[in-house]
């Protein structure tokens, strides 16, 4: 089955930019959902469809998808940000959704 | 306000079945795509199952093939996961989810549950 990739632990200053990455097999060819989980709470949406952002979501996020890279990226961090992020695809070939495996991101 | 609130987990033995709820208000639940993320604790997010709104497509993940069953009440606004042959490893909270445009299985979840805890032990 289609394999996610993602960093375990990303950190950053607060103010400046973090980049979460997503790795996959051709992931540009598909599309790209990034959700944030903070402790004890649901999952929420903040990018689909590789740069979407729902409503309510701070433009400081943002997403990219090329080649074998999915990018989330957000531009200056807050504190509020600590979480961990997911990215998700839809693998076509096993007809079934795939999680990566997370990424925890700590504001310094 | 849209919401959805899960219901039914609880503790069970190994061997054991579940039928977990899903209850939504707020939206038009019929013309939504609808589908089950679980979490083991301390572990990432696993994508379980999705169904169309008239019921025609489901999809699974591996894993659980042959032993979950999505199912929906549109009257109801219900959605449900019938959860049989229970393993040690499908302990997790089970969220209830949304997929957002309602038009395809490839979208992502928008809204989600608080999530019901499934506990499988002797």
């Known amino acids: 089955s289609y394999v996610l990739t993602q960093p375990p632990s990303v950190s950053v200053a607060p103010g400046k930019t973090a980049r979460i990455t997503c790795g996959g097999n051709n992931i540009g060819s598909k599309s790209v959902h990034w959700y944030q989980q903070k402790p004890g709470q649901a999952p929420v949406l903040v990018i689909y469809?590789?740069?979407d952002r729902p409503s309510g979501i701070p433009e400081r996020f943002s997403g990219s998808n090329s080649g074998n890279t999915a990018t989330l990226t957000i531009s200056r961090v807050e504190a509020g940000d600590e979480a961990d992020y997911y990215c998700q695809v839809w693998d076509s070939s096993s007809d079934q959704g795939v999680f990566g495996g997370g990424t925890k991101l700590t504001v310094l | 306000e849209v919401q959805l609130v899960e219901s039914g987990g609880g503790l069970v033995q190994p061997g054991g079945s579940l039928r977990l709820s899903c209850a939504a208000s707020g939206f038009t639940f019929s013309s939504y795509w609808m589908g089950w993320v679980r979490q083991a604790p301390g572990k990432g997010l696993e994508w379980v199952a999705i169904m169309k709104q008239d019921a025609s497509e489901k999809y699974y993940v591996d894993s659980v093939k042959g032993r979950f069953t999505i199912s929906r009440d549109n009257a109801k606004n219900s959605l449900y996961l019938q959860i049989n042959s229970l393993r040690a490893e499908d302990t997790a909270v089970y969220y209830c989810a949304r997929l957002v445009t309602g038009r395809a299985f490839y979208d992502a979840f928008d809204i989600w549950g608080q999530g019901t805890m499934v506990t499988v032990s002797s």
């Open positions: 469809y590789d740069s």
